[in-house]
């Protein structure tokens, strides 16, 4: 891993008799991209606002390229880009002018300001938008011009908070196209999901969370291989002599629902053992994914 830009150390957030982040510690390389996952209140949100200087962590320490976040909050933020999870443009404000304005609390030069924010309404694909009131323009539009904000100051560190919540299938993978470009040119980003593709197609490791504190990081594919197998049995409609079967096969059985889930310890034989077995029972063989891994770990039951 290339030197680290982002450490944290036993970092912890408490409210009270709450405590929503619990003695995490991790790095992240400079260049790397590097994924957040978890269940709603698993404490990402919460980790990162400590990164951001948001909010002051209750013990641990945390830094940005060396500099303690406690200590030097607002050199910190000079390092920083961040996008948050809300839509936090200015509504009176058209597309240009919120670039304008949000890069006055830099203390840049108006005309390099200027020059900045239009080659960034070109990068986010947004140039033809220059003075479209904000309020006019779509969900992946507002999100691609909060991308360009946070990219203003030339961050050594991008922070996305849930960067394409809300989005249609076309404004995600624009986001994530303009993501890919900027670890090309080096730039360490830190983003905090809850969608397993997203995680999987962007991030260099993911580091999955849940109850504030981290189950387990790494690579999106080895830790698929090692958590849960390369394959994955979906069987539904399916009788008592077929649930017996399948618990005498090697691997792990879960049921949930009216779903019978199988990751089998070896799954090459596993269709042509159906074939002779059970050829008619309803079912699905695929690869498995991230997403597997992330309900293995955080469970199935719905969360608020």
């Not at 880009?81 to 890069?103: M, R």
């Not at 498995?288 to 309900?295: M, R």
């Amino acid at each position: 891993m290339n030197p680290a830009a982002i450490i944290a150390r036993e970092l912890t957030k408490r409210y009270g008799e709450l405590e929503a982040v619990r003695s995490v510690s991790f790095e992240v390389g400079s260049g790397e991209v590097v994924g957040f996952l978890g269940p709603n209140g698993a404490g990402k949100t919460t980790t990162v606002r400590m990164l951001c200087c948001f909010l002051p962590p209750t013990s641990g320490t945390a830094s940005i390229h060396g500099l303690d976040v406690r200590e030097r909050p607002r050199d910190v933020k000079w390092l920083l880009g961040v996008c948050p999870q809300e839509d936090n443009l200015d509504p009176d404000f058209d597309v240009l002018k919120n670039l304008l304005v949000y890069g006055r609390y830099f203390g840049l030069p108006g005309r390099i300001v200027r020059r900045r924010a239009l080659e960034l309404l070109e990068f986010v694909a947004l140039s033809d938008k220059t003075h479209v009131p904000v309020q006019a323009l779509s969900g992946g539009m507002k999100r691609r011009l909060i991308l360009a904000r946070a990219l203003l100051n030339e961050p050594r560190v991008l922070i996305l908070d849930e960067p394409t919540t809300g989005l249609d299938p076309q404004a995600r993978h624009a986001i994530w196209t303009r993501i890919r470009s900027l670890r090309a040119h080096g730039t360490t980003v830190l983003l905090t999901t809850h969608y397993m593709e997203e995680a999987t197609q962007l991030c260099d490791r993911v580091v999955v969370m849940d109850d504030g504190k981290i189950l387990l990081e790494g690579a999106p594919l080895d830790l698929v291989e090692r958590e849960v197998g390369r394959t994955v049995v979906e069987a539904w409609n399916y009788g008592e002599e077929f649930v017996h079967f399948m618990r005498a096969l090697p691997g792990r059985l879960e049921e949930v629902g009216d779903r019978l889930y199988f990751y089998p310890k070896e799954g090459d034989h596993i269709e042509r053992l159906f074939e002779e077995r059970f050829p008619h029972q309803e079912r699905l063989i695929r690869r498995a994914t991230l997403e597997d891994v992330f309900l293995k770990l955080t469970g199935r039951a719905l969360r608020d």
